[in-house]
């Protein structure tokens, strides 16, 4: 742990798919820490478990065995209703600014809804909605818009205030930028890093790009395979990964420069020749 005070802990988690009789194990007793207002990137290739573990956190795959607490409080197998409230404390941005917005809402309903779930009065929400819309640099205007008049950097930004209107303390962000151009990303990340120094917020910042989880993550824990194989601070693991895969992943990050692009890609076949089988 850093210098930030523990806020969510993850110990041991298992992870099962499949039956009881026939279990595929996608987690292997993974253990993991987020501190208040640190940003940890989680990062594999797809179907390394990182998005399983988000998912564990949030409730909406099983734990098989380990746990997980949140300020204190062990959460792994609370029941619905405590997970409603609980939905206070721990929100999510999801990878894809198309599908997880309601095409049928307005964006004042869309973000009003966990706010009405939670019973606050309809003056108030719309007061806390604007708000939220103001924060992530979209005009008060867009509340009576629908999604599809949006692009998609604008509906991932619609999609981190629907995250900010119950004002959590940790926000799982699955891939929040993977389906956004260059120029969008970057746009889309340097207000996660405002909205964090201006709230304190946390976040778990599930990615498989170590150029972006450099620019965002305090520390970064690099997931193979459903085990957790190495973990430190961002900037180090990000530039100097010590575990072969955690190299791969980075010979494998793409750059600006084509002699350097190069490069990477002859160093990233090195490594899977050297490490294949």
Same mark, same amino acid.
């Given at each position: 742990m850093t210098g930030f005070p523990p806020l969510l802990t993850a110990e041991n988690v298992v992870v099962d798919y499949g039956t009881r009789r026939h279990p595929n194990r996608v987690l292997h007793e993974v253990s993991l820490d987020v501190g208040a207002g640190e940003c940890v990137g989680l990062v594999g290739e797809s179907g390394s478990?990182?998005?399983t573990l988000g998912k564990a956190i949030l409730?909406?795959?099983?734990?098989?065995?380990?746990?997980i607490t949140f300020d204190g409080r062990d959460i792994t197998h609370l029941s619905r209703t405590e997970r409603r409230a609980l939905a206070s404390d721990i929100q999510? #941005?999801?990878?894809?600014?198309?599908?997880?917005?309601?095409?049928?809402?307005?964006?004042?309903?869309?973000?009003a809804e966990p706010l009405s779930t939670a019973g606050v009065d309809r003056?108030?929400?719309?007061?806390?909605?604007?708000e939220m819309l103001e924060r992530v640099n979209l005009p008060a205007n867009v509340i009576d818009r629908f999604p599809s008049e949006f692009s998609g950097g604008q509906r991932q930004r619609i999609a981190i205030a629907r995250a900010l209107v119950r004002r959590p303390?940790?926000?799982?962000?699955?891939?929040?930028?993977?389906a956004l151009d260059l120029t969008t990303q970057s746009t889309v990340l340097d207000l996660l890093?405002?909205?964090?120094r201006d709230t304190g917020?946390?976040?778990?910042?599930?990615?498989?790009?170590?150029? #972006?989880?450099?620019?965002?993550?305090?520390r970064v824990a690099v997931l193979y395979r459903g085990n957790l194989v190495e973990v430190g601070d961002g900037e180090r693991v990000t530039r100097d990964p010590q575990h072969p895969y955690s190299q791969r992943l980075l010979a494998a990050s793409p750059v600006a420069d084509p002699a350097l692009q190069a490069g990477r890609r002859e160093a990233w076949l090195a490594l899977r020749e050297e490490h294949s089988g």
């Open positions: 478990g990182k998005s409730g909406l795959v099983p734990v098989a065995s380990g746990r999510v #941005v999801f990878q894809d600014p198309y599908g997880s917005l309601n095409p049928m809402l307005t964006i004042g309903d869309i973000l003056a108030a929400a719309r007061r806390t909605v604007s303390r940790l926000i799982i962000c699955d891939e929040p930028v993977s890093i405002d909205l964090q917020v946390s976040y778990l910042f599930v990615s498989h790009d170590l150029g #972006v989880v450099r620019r965002i993550c305090h």
